[in-house]
């Protein structure tokens, strides 16, 4: 760029010859240079304006451009991170404690039809008929030839019913995918595990639901896709809860017991080992309940009815133990204080008498439990009165409905009087007036058994267990495991020595109320309520028979010494080496040297 | 020289790009191949979870009693009693002078190729 001179001396000189001023000239150059930078300037900055209107345009085509694909493609999963386990769509599997499976899925297919597709209505019916043989011909043949476009024909097929109907070549025969419920142990656990059904229904998938037990409790943590297939801990032992359904099922036959219930608790995390209820069913073919249709049929005819949970009967002299605990522990007795049982006792206008009116006279506290004294313990009980009694039963949690984790255990609120007088005071003191079912009593013999601690029963495996709050007085409690362990050795239940185990424990026989008031004189209900071993109990088993009668003697036999104790025993002795538990050296014999002496030097 | 530090930027950006194309190609073949390999763990989950249900059906325990029962000629298997469990001073130690002959011995002595 050439720079023009404010003055240039040709036309200065020009100018001042023709006598006109130059200073004009300076002005006039002056000007035009100013003009020359304005433009200059300008064009600059328009560039710059271009350039940032560009970036501008770029950044919201960029962004618009973002919008418009996002808004017009097909959505999808994102395909470059992994899924990983942390999602499983499968119900999840139920295990026992050691990891063995309880109940697992299995996939299957169902077979419905679209009769609008068939081709050969009348020979898919022969077919189908031939593949399955409860199906009926005419029914099918009317729904394949009338108007409907569809409808299920089985639930659940296996893969070899599948192939079958897969080879009739019929369009409008189709297979939908099902996940099915499988127990692969049968009838093992049954009332714990409940049992599964489908719930809502489509061609591609259907809903698994749980119908009772565990499945039912815990539906929603089964199904939770949430938990990566993480299966559901009981602790329940497989191998231990197979012994005792084995023998309470030989011991109700023999007893000729119309029902069973067991139950194996361990006392200090009040985790249920095996709980059995007979008769049980199959839970992957489960029973209707009973309807309005079974007449003359009480629900706990029902093989559904879990005796264990919802069976709430009078459970009798198993109660005495509590009555002595609660004496011992406000200080009104010890175990040698001597009640005299031999005065006749009227409470209310009712009499108080013993069993088969015997007459027991002066008796220890320790011996009122061993020979089952029923004014023993009413004695006692009128000493602690019944607000007392109600509190301490209260705090057993033999007034509530158990905690057990299944759906069954609503149906496990205990029986109490209205009005809780003297009169029930006294017969509570003895079992009689409230009642509870087998669990309520495990638990409450598990606090003794382990030292005077609440329990809370569970059929979920524990891994962490705080000690419950202090029920009873470390004292009372070993004084109590004493009298129950004498009741083995010298009392009523002398057929529940189990050599090596020192089992503890009380017998209780009741009557069964009848539906309309009243009680059977033939019909009773009989309970075992153990430990083992009595000096340092690991285990609580309780032993329920519902209408048991021993008929090996000249008469009939019908209290729980003859009946429930004899198969308790049975169950300790075949549950406790499963259970890793080695029995006491009782006897000390004199081990056959096998060539091995040993020296000190 | 200014001209060659834009020839070499040029085939920067070529070689770059060329780069970025061939990684998008592998990229693409990886998600394949991890998309067919979870089909194929799907597959092989279900497949592990009908073992397993068969597993637990096959030892369920009436089966291995009765198991246990048709072969109890050959096994002899009892039920688990309390007086199974003993001491260790009654296990017999075995005699030093009564071990097994050895039967059936197999030379391997040889030569290794180098």
């Given at each position: ?318 109660f005495?133990?509590?009555t ?57 009980a009128?000493?602690?009165?019944s607000?007392?009694q109600q509190?301490?039963l ?22 109490v009087p209205?009005?809780w007088?003297?009169?029930s005071s006294v017969t509570i003191s003895y079992g009689h007036g409230i ?167 | ?114």
């Amino acid at each position: 760029m050439t720079r023009v001179p404010l003055r240039p001396l040709a036309r200065i000189l020009d100018a001042r010859a023709k006598g006109e001023n130059p200073d004009a000239i300076e002005c006039e150059n002056l000007r035009q240079r100013h003009d020359q930078i304005r433009n200059e300037s300008r064009l600059r900055s328009e560039g710059r304006l271009l350039v940032l209107a560009g970036f501008f345009l770029c950044a919201f085509v960029t962004v618009g451009a973002r919008m418009a694909t996002l808004s017009a493609s097909e959505a999808q999963e994102p395909r470059a991170q992994a899924p990983g386990s942390s999602i499983a769509t499968a119900r999840a599997d139920i295990l026992d404690r050691q990891g063995r499976i309880l109940a697992t899925n299995l996939v299957t297919h169902a077979l419905y039809a679209q009769p609008h597709q068939m081709v050969d209505p009348e020979r898919a019916a022969d077919e189908l008929v031939r593949i399955f043989p409860d199906l009926k011909r005419a029914r099918l043949i009317k729904d394949f030839t009338g108007s409907r476009k569809f409808l299920w024909i089985k639930k659940k097929i296996s893969p070899e019913q599948k192939q079958a109907v897969f080879d009739i070549g019929e369009p409008g025969l189709l297979f939908g995918p099902r996940e099915m419920r499988l127990y692969p142990n049968g009838k093992l656990a049954a009332h714990v595990l409940g049992g599964a059904s489908f719930g809502r229904e489509g061609v591609s998938a259907a809903e698994v639901i749980g119908v009772a037990g565990v499945e039912k409790q815990f539906d929603d943590f089964l199904r939770n896709p949430a938990n990566g297939g993480a299966p559901l801990e009981l602790s329940i032992d497989l191998t231990i809860q197979d012994a005792v359904e084995r023998v309470l099922y030989g011991g109700m036959k023999m007893m000729n017991a119309k029902g069973a219930a067991a139950i194996l608790m361990d006392v200090h995390t009040g985790e249920v080992i095996s709980v059995a209820s007979l008769p049980d069913f199959d839970p992957n073919n489960r029973p209707r309940p009973l309807t309005v249709a079974d007449k003359g049929k009480d629900q706990s005819d029902s093989p559904l009815f879990n005796r264990a949970v919802q069976g709430v009967y009078e459970l009798g002299s198993t109660f005495k133990i509590f009555t002595a605990i609660q004496a011992m522990d406000l200080g009104l007795v010890n175990p040698n204080t001597v009640i005299d049982t031999g005065v006749p006792m009227k409470i209310s206008g009712y009499r108080i008498g013993e069993f088969r009116n015997k007459n027991y006279g002066e008796l220890s506290v320790s011996d009122i439990i061993v020979k089952s004294s029923n004014r023993g313990t009413g004695r006692m009980a009128l000493q602690i009165g019944s607000e007392r009694q109600q509190e301490f039963l209260k705090t057993l949690g033999l007034l509530d409905r158990t905690p057990l984790e299944i759906v069954e255990a609503t149906g496990s609120t205990p029986l109490v009087p209205k009005n809780w007088g003297k009169l029930s005071s006294v017969t509570i003191s003895y079992g009689h007036g409230i009642s509870n079912s087998p669990m309520h009593l495990a638990a409450a013999y598990a606090s003794i058994a382990n030292g005077g601690f609440s329990v809370k029963p569970t059929v979920l495996k524990q891994h962490h267990v705080e000690r419950g709050a202090r029920v009873m007085s470390e004292r009372s409690a070993a004084a109590a495991r004493d009298m129950l362990r004498k009741v083995v050795t010298e009392g009523t239940a002398s057929f529940g020595e189990v050599e090596g185990y020192l089992v503890g424990g009380k017998t209780g026989t009741a009557d069964k109320p009848k539906p309309r008031g009243g009680y059977y004189d033939d019909k009773v209900i009989n309970t075992f309520a153990s430990m083992f071993p009595s000096d340092n109990p690991k285990y609580v088993l309780i032993v329920t028979l519902d209408e048991p009668v021993e008929t090996s003697g000249t008469k009939p036999r019908r209290t729980a010494g003859w009946t429930a104790v004899p198969v308790a025993a049975t169950i300790i002795e075949r549950v406790a080496p499963l259970l890793g538990m080695k029995p006491r050296e009782t006897r000390v014999e004199p081990l056959a040297a096998t060539g091995v002496t040993l020296t000190s030097n | 020289m200014r001209s060659l530090l834009y020839i070499l930027s040029a085939l920067a950006v070529m070689g770059l790009a060329y780069w970025a194309y061939s990684e998008n190609y592998k990229t693409q073949a990886s998600l394949d191949r991890s998309h067919a390999l979870q089909g194929e763990i799907g597959r092989m989950q279900e497949e592990l979870a009908v073992l397993r249900a068969e597993w637990a059906y096959l030892n369920r325990p009436d089966r291995l009693r009765d198991l246990a029962r048709m072969n109890y000629d050959k096994l002899e298997l009892n039920v688990l009693e309390p007086g199974q469990f003993g001491r260790v001073d009654q296990i017999a130690f075995a005699d030093d002078d009564e071990l097994p002959e050895i039967t059936g011995a197999v030379d391997v002595i040889g030569d290794l190729e180098e």
